[in-house]
DNA sequence: CCCCTGTTATTTTTT
DNA sequence: ATAACAGGGG
């Protein structure tokens, strides 16, 4: 059926998109003429209303290639995209990301900023070796500002659509005044490599449209309709560009909620929605406040949370929803205590009350935190994902072979050239890499040219300047393929470079017996590529869709596993149970957000937005203690903990057996553990009301907690995870002994002894020995050892020693 | 030039 | 804990 049809079927489509619409809704699938905001709360059927909003202006004639709809992420693209398609089959709506919008402006017009069509975009790692040259080229020390330090004040700049040239009139801090020095050589860097990077997109566009106005106004007019999702988080790029193409077509629809915005950090402008109503002063503004998600118990904790927000417009949220249960806020011992706990609970769930593992999702606030996660859910065998999809294309071996395409399809990629010119290794080291390097510098080549005047560079040895001509060779023999199917370019790749032979080689000793297997993963998706697009099939587009994938995208909603991301990932998705964790001070108000009060604020909406992505059930939880970068530090709670209406929730304690907790392999040694016992309260005058007006419950078990059942967790599986936990402190040799929870029953382990001077030791490598001291305290106590001809220092918590009775 | 080893710095969030 | 980096022996 074709939108817009005629007579029975178009009835049809009218009546499927507005029925079971409220007032509001339909109020602004109905409008199409003329600038509309839509502020949307969450789970208020904002993704509803675009669609079928984008399905009734075709119903009134509105051709579909008038239509842009701009997204953030590709998720949020295939999901409208989905969603328009079932209610107006097969229309082609240009539905995508900001970025891959640009991308294909700028293949059309890349002559107008300096490239080619043929560009390459560069990812984060090829911008920061790009960013080291241009350092270096530059003079610029970095003593005084990171690399990374230089690359954000540049990546910042360029979303505030300040150029090298402008940045170098008023220099600001004195960071940004050493950025303002590599900016525009590592600018030109870009431009000799035929390249962008990502914030070049949207700033390459925004410069073409205000330069350009023939051809700013052919788009503008092209693109008659234009909707922004997820509006908060345009930058001033963005918002120049989407005001571009709304200026003889005015009818610019943007959707956003203000407490959602939570990519300030990324150059976004709250501004920008909080203002559209003055920019467009004719605008139809639609308020959607009603939730079709949650319970009004997630709702209440997630609106009394936000309030505390001052820049924000004020919003009711309200639903008609059952009230569910109590949010928890659940204390743990520490972070693998808390991943146990949770893996735990979700299979006891699953067992007990026929809930699927994609019922669940667990959001943190750095990927980091995934670890131990990872860990619990391997060792209870329970499918999981987790979400970040860069991974596969981040691997070494497909960000080499990726390299080769890129070279082949943009022979002035240096950042390419430089990480394939000798993978596999073919005797052409760093000298003479820099060697080529720099003949390019001087001679204004590309390093690929450079390369094949590899003869007449001075000072390369003859042997090496062969070794160059057979890469060289190979380059050729390549580049002849460049228009073949991707599948025949890869494979012939692989062979002629014995990619496998050389990956056996380089992964002896790792268990990275996967990385073949990547290889066939990555030349599948070049034949499920060419299959997508049997006659445009270029390596181009293929490089672009890889460039602009995302860890969101990873995100499979209709695989059966628990999900574990993070909280940005986390956003326009909706789980029925939802585990928050390390909602800890310094953690979700991320030490690096409190130096002003907007980065502070934007962390309380991540929280918020983390909160109100669950339907039925939530859990806040929060460690005493936590392993950052190794070692163990006390905890704070979260300051946001106290900003909850705590007297409605329900709290609980999760402390270890006490048994265990007396073995501690530190007990005796007075520090460790005794730092925290007391500072354990929430860290305000409030602290009253988190400790006495709630009750206080000891270990539940987790059915108990899901769903109040009464059945108490077996005592062994408490245990094993006692065990779990214990494993990371406690000496290797103790630990082997606790392998699982029927040893622990039968063998119980003999007390830890303190180790001091001139004990007598066994190691499993080095014999017997003495300790000639003994320093330092906690995890990170050391004892220096004398062997029989050597002496040796080792981390108590994790060395192999055994204590020798005399 | 290659590879192994030990040392050092580094860690938010992502298109 | 991990990765990037530097230095030394083969």
Same mark, same amino acid.
């Given at each position: 059926?074709?939108?817009?049809?005629?007579?029975?079927?178009?009835?049809?489509?009218?009546?499927?998109?507005?029925?079971d619409l409220t007032e509001a809704q339909r109020e602004a699938v109905?409008?199409?003429?003329?600038?509309?905001l839509i502020l949307a709360g969450p789970g208020s059927g904002k993704t509803r209303v675009v669609?079928?909003?984008?399905?009734?202006?075709?119903?009134?004639?509105?051709?579909?290639?008038?239509?842009?709809?701009?997204?953030?992420?590709?998720?949020?693209?295939?999901?409208?995209?989905?969603?328009?398609?079932?209610?107006?089959?097969?229309?082609?709506?240009?539905?995508?990301?900001?970025?891959?919008?640009?991308?294909?402006?700028?293949?059309?017009?890349?002559?107008?900023?300096?490239?080619?069509?043929?560009?390459?975009?560069?990812?984060?790692?090829?911008?920061?070796?790009?960013?080291?040259?241009?350092?270096?080229?530059?003079?610029?020390?970095?003593?005084?500002?990171?690399?990374?330090?230089?690359?954000?004040?540049?990546?910042?700049?360029?979303?505030?659509?300040?150029?090298?040239?402008?940045?170098?009139?008023?220099?600001?801090?004195?960071?940004?005044?050493?950025?303002?020095?590599?900016?525009?050589?590592?600018?030109?860097?870009?431009?000799?490599?035929?390249?962008?990077?990502?914030?070049?997109?949207?700033?390459?566009?925004?410069?073409?449209?205000?330069?350009?106005?023939?051809?700013?106004?052919?788009?503008?007019?092209?693109?008659?309709?234009?909707?922004?999702?997820?509006?908060q988080?345009?930058?001033?790029?963005?918002?120049?560009?989407?005001?571009?193409?709304?200026?003889?077509?005015?009818?610019?629809?943007?959707t956003g909620d203000p407490d959602q915005s939570?990519?300030?950090?990324?150059?976004?402008?709250?501004?920008?929605i909080?203002?559209?109503?003055?920019?467009?002063?004719?605008?139809?503004t639609v308020r959607l406040e009603q939730n079709y998600r949650s319970t009004p118990n997630v709702l209440r904790v997630a609106d009394q949370l936000i309030r505390h927000n001052?820049?924000r417009k004020p919003k009711k949220l309200y639903t008609d929803n059952d009230e569910g249960s109590p949010v928890?806020?659940?204390?743990?011992?520490?972070?693998?205590?808390?991943?146990?706990?949770?893996?735990?609970?979700?299979?006891?769930?699953?067992?007990?009350?026929?809930?699927?593992?994609?019922?669940?999702?667990?959001?943190?606030?750095?990927?980091?935190?995934?670890?131990?996660?990872?860990?619990?859910?391997?060792?209870?065998?329970?499918?999981?994902?987790?979400?970040?999809?860069?991974?596969?294309?981040?691997?070494?071996?497909?960000?080499?072979?990726?390299?080769?395409?890129?070279?082949?399809?943009?022979?002035?990629?240096?950042?390419?050239?430089?990480?394939?010119?000798?993978?596999?290794?073919?005797?052409?080291?760093?000298?003479?890499?820099?060697?080529?390097?720099?003949?390019?510098?001087?001679?204004?080549?590309?390093?690929?040219?450079?390369?094949?005047?590899?003869?007449?560079?001075?000072?390369?040895?003859?042997?090496?300047?062969?070794?160059?001509?057979?890469?060289?060779?190979?380059?050729?023999?390549?580049?002849?393929?460049?228009?073949?199917?991707?599948?025949?370019?890869?494979?012939?790749?692989?062979?002629?470079?014995?990619?496998?032979?050389?990956?056996?080689?380089?992964?002896?000793?790792?268990?990275?017996?996967?990385?073949?297997?990547?290889?066939?993963?990555?030349?599948?998706?070049?034949?499920?590529?060419?299959?997508?697009?049997?006659?445009?099939?270029?390596?181009?587009?293929?490089? %672009?869709?890889?460039?602009?994938?995302?860890?969101?995208?990873?995100?499979?909603?209709?695989?059966?596993?628990?999900?574990?991301?993070?909280?940005?990932?986390?956003k326009g998705l909706e789980f029925p149970?939802v585990?928050?964790?390390?909602?800890?001070?310094?953690?979700?108000?991320?030490?690096?957000?409190?130096?002003?009060?907007?980065?502070? %604020?934007?962390?309380r909406r991540?929280l918020f937005v983390g909160i109100t992505r669950a339907k039925n059930w939530l859990?806040?939880?929060?460690?005493?203690?936590?392993?950052?970068?190794?070692?163990?530090?006390?905890?704070?709670?979260?300051?946001?903990?106290?900003e909850l209406p705590l007297e409605e929730m329900?709290?609980?304690?999760?402390?270890?057996?006490?048994?265990?907790?007396?073995?501690?392999?530190?007990?005796?040694?007075?520090?460790?553990?005794?730092?925290?016992?007391?500072?354990?309260?929430?860290?305000?005058?409030?602290?009253?009301?988190?400790?006495?007006?709630?009750?206080?419950?000891?270990?539940?078990?987790?059915?108990? /907690? /899901?769903?109040?059942?009464?059945?108490?967790?077996?005592?062994?599986?408490?245990?094993?995870?006692?065990?779990?936990?214990?494993?990371?402190?406690?000496?290797?040799?103790?630990?082997?002994?606790?392998?699982?929870?029927?040893?622990?029953?039968?063998?119980?382990?003999?007390?830890?002894?303190?180790?001091?001077?001139?004990?007598?030791?066994?190691?499993?490598?080095?014999?017997?020995?003495?300790?000639?001291?003994?320093?330092?305290?906690?995890?990170?106590?050391?004892?220096?050892?004398?062997?029989?001809?050597?002496?040796?220092?080792?981390?108590?918590?994790?060395?192999?020693?055994?204590?020798?009775?005399?």
């Open positions: 059926m074709r939108a817009g049809g005629q007579g029975p079927s178009e009835k049809l489509a009218m009546d499927a998109i507005f029925r109905e409008h199409i003429e003329g600038p509309m669609t079928h909003r984008i399905a009734n202006m075709l119903n009134h004639g509105v051709r579909p290639w008038q239509i842009a709809a701009l997204t953030f992420t590709n998720k949020a693209a295939e999901e409208m995209r989905l969603r328009v398609d079932s209610l107006a089959p097969g229309q082609p709506v240009l539905i995508g990301t900001f970025h891959r919008f640009c991308a294909q402006l700028l293949r059309r017009h890349a002559s107008m900023v300096g490239l080619s069509e043929n560009y390459s975009i560069y990812d984060t790692s090829d911008s920061k070796q790009a960013m080291k040259r241009a350092i270096a080229a530059a003079g610029v020390s970095t003593t005084h500002a990171s690399p990374e330090q230089i690359a954000s004040s540049i990546s910042h700049a360029k979303n505030r659509l300040t150029t090298a040239e402008m940045m170098e009139g008023h220099a600001l801090t004195p960071k940004d005044a050493i950025a303002a020095r590599v900016y525009p050589v590592y600018q030109k860097q870009l431009l000799t490599a035929n390249a962008v990077d990502f914030d070049d997109l949207l700033l390459h566009i925004a410069h073409l449209l205000r330069e350009n106005p023939e051809i700013r106004e052919e788009l503008d007019t092209k693109y008659k309709y234009i909707l922004v999702d997820e509006y988080d345009t930058n001033l790029a963005q918002y120049a560009i989407v005001r571009a193409l709304s200026i003889n077509a005015p009818n610019l629809a943007v939570i990519y300030g950090w990324r150059g976004a402008d709250l501004n920008n909080l203002d559209f109503e003055k920019d467009y002063p004719s605008v139809k001052r820049r928890i806020l659940r204390f743990y011992e520490d972070g693998y205590q808390e991943a146990d706990s949770i893996v735990d609970e979700i299979a006891n769930a699953i067992n007990s009350q026929g809930l699927r593992p994609n019922d669940f999702a667990i959001f943190c606030r750095m990927n980091a935190m995934t670890r131990s996660l990872e860990h619990a859910f391997r060792n209870r065998s329970l499918p999981y994902q987790i979400v970040n999809g860069q991974e596969f294309y981040q691997r070494r071996e497909i960000k080499d072979l990726l390299a080769y395409l890129h070279l082949i399809n943009n022979p002035n990629h240096d950042v390419a050239l430089t990480r394939i010119i000798n993978v596999p290794t073919r005797g052409i080291g760093a000298k003479t890499i820099d060697k080529i390097r720099n003949h390019a510098d001087q001679h204004g080549l590309t390093m690929l040219e450079a390369a094949r005047q590899a003869n007449t560079i001075e000072g390369l040895a003859k042997r090496s300047a062969s070794m160059v001509r057979k890469f060289i060779q190979i380059y050729d023999n390549l580049s002849v393929k460049a228009t073949a199917p991707l599948e025949d370019l890869l494979r012939y790749l692989v062979e002629a470079t014995s990619f496998e032979d050389h990956l056996e080689k380089t992964s002896v000793d790792q268990q990275d017996g996967n990385s073949l297997a990547n290889v066939d993963e990555l030349i599948s998706a070049a034949v499920e590529f060419d299959r997508q697009h049997p006659d445009d099939g270029s390596l181009e587009a293929f490089l %672009e869709q890889v460039a602009l994938v995302s860890d969101t995208d990873a995100f499979d909603g209709t695989n059966d596993r628990v999900t574990l991301m993070t909280l940005h990932a986390a149970h585990f928050i964790i390390g909602v800890e001070d310094d953690m979700l108000p991320h030490k690096r957000s409190k130096e002003n009060e907007a980065d502070f %604020e934007e962390e991540l859990q806040l939880s929060c460690c005493k203690r936590r392993t950052i970068r190794g070692d163990v530090r006390p905890v704070i709670p979260s300051p946001f903990l106290n329900r709290r609980v304690e999760t402390t270890r057996d006490q048994d265990w907790f007396d073995q501690d392999p530190y007990a005796d040694e007075d520090s460790f553990d005794q730092g925290y016992p007391d500072s354990w309260d929430i860290p305000t005058d409030d602290t009253s009301k988190i400790k006495n007006d709630t009750p206080v419950d000891q270990v539940e078990s987790a059915s108990q /907690i /899901i769903a109040d059942e009464t059945t108490q967790l077996p005592e062994h599986e408490l245990a094993a995870a006692a065990a779990r936990n214990k494993k990371k402190q406690a000496s290797a040799a103790i630990a082997s002994s606790l392998k699982t929870a029927a040893d622990l029953l039968s063998n119980p382990p003999t007390p830890l002894r303190a180790y001091c001077e001139g004990m007598l030791v066994r190691h499993s490598e080095h014999g017997d020995g003495t300790i000639v001291s003994v320093t330092g305290r906690g995890p990170k106590r050391i004892a220096r050892v004398r062997f029989e001809d050597e002496e040796r220092s080792f981390r108590l918590a994790f060395a192999d020693l055994q204590v020798l009775d005399d």
